[in-house]
């Protein structure tokens, strides 16, 4: 029995947890991995207001311990099924560990992972040339030619903000269209150093212990070309995980929670936060903004029960 069920320790979940706690009621966290997140993976967070630079890892676990300090209950168990009883108001959560947990509300924080292109070396490079976020780690990249593999807008403003300071660009993409906004895309052709690399896939990664190539192989000649690059940013969109709780929260066609900046749904009492959403901007900021406003809101529908 918990005041709010929040599913996922990522940044949202966990500054919800914060936010409940510290309006007096009591936080129940479900995460089926480990805390924090994507952002665990990231070597150095340097965009985060108020603070000049910190690992991944510190940061995810700084607010782990914020949270569980201010008295959120932390289960490392999978939550698999949400039940409403429209009748009493209650939500019921089922997890993993054949546990049920009942809260007057439930924060449905569950994150996004990247779509990963499932080549040989992609985990083990991860963090050494091969990176999902170029916000996070472009900057590490400075005056080095790196490659963007990606057709759509995340790809396209990946490389037009890596342009701005790394020597070379790659952009790679599997086909001749883009699916990312013309404007942006005419704004790369009129970069001197983005090299477009089309009809194309990534089909080797070089270098030990870290990246210094990529093999790509046309698609239609079936040739190999290496790219000397020191980084190589995948950019080939995203995949929630919020089919198992399509029941209390409506999914929009591509799996995400449909939700507006108050993070209500479609279920009273059902509140999301963080990259499971629809939303435009995935950022570890937007993450825990999110993470205050549904942990305010569900309180707030807490008081009218
Ligand atoms: P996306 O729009 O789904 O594009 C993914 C791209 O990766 C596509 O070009 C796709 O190629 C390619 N791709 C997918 N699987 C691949 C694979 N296995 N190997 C190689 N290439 C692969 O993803 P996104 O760019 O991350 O954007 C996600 C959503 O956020 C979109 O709705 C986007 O508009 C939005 N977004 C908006 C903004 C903004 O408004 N400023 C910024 C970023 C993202 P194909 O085209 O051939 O399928």
Redesign the pocket.
């Known amino acids: 029995m918990a005041d709010v069920i929040i599913i996922g320790a990522g940044p949202a979940g966990l500054s919800a947890a914060i936010y409940v706690q510290r309006a007096g009621r009591a936080a129940l966290v479900l995460e089926a991995m480990t805390y924090g997140g994507q952002i665990i993976n990231t070597p150095e967070i340097e965009n985060y207001p108020g603070i000049q630079s910190i690992s991944g890892f510190e940061f995810a676990t700084a607010l782990y311990q914020q949270a569980v300090g201010l008295g959120a209950e932390i289960v490392f168990e999978r939550a698999e099924k949400i039940e409403d009883d429209a009748d009493t108001g209650m939500k019921k959560v089922t997890t993993s560990g054949g546990n049920t947990f009942t809260a007057g509300a439930v924060i449905l924080a569950t994150g996004a992972k990247n779509?990963h292109?499932?080549i040989d070396r992609e985990e083990e490079l991860t963090g050494f040339g091969v990176s999902y976020c170029a916000t996070c780690d472009g900057a590490f990249f400075k005056g080095k030619p790196v490659a963007v593999?990606?057709?759509?807008?995340?790809?396209l403003?990946d490389a037009l903000f890596l342009a701005g300071y790394c020597s070379k660009i790659y952009l790679i993409?599997?086909?001749e269209?883009?699916?990312?906004e013309p404007a942006v895309l005419e704004k790369l052709r009129q970069k001197e150093n983005v090299e477009f690399v089309l009809n194309a896939?990534v089909t080797e990664l070089l270098g030990e212990p870290k990246l210094n190539g990529v093999i790509v192989t046309d698609k239609n000649t079936g040739e190999d070309r290496e790219l000397q690059v020191d980084g190589l940013f995948i950019?080939?969109?995203?995949t929630p995980e919020n089919k198992a709780f399509d029941n209390v929260a409506e999914l929009d066609p591509a799996g995400y929670i449909i939700a507006g900046e108050d993070c209500t749904t479609n279920t009273p009492g059902i509140f999301t936060a963080g990259d499971c959403r629809t939303k435009?901007v995935r950022q570890l900021t937007t993450a825990a903004s999110d993470g205050a406003v549904a942990a305010l809101a569900a309180c707030s529908y807490l008081d009218t029960l």
């Open positions: 779509r292109l499932g593999n990606g057709g759509g807008n995340t790809a403003e993409h599997r086909r269209g883009f699916r990312g896939t950019a080939i969109g995203q435009t």
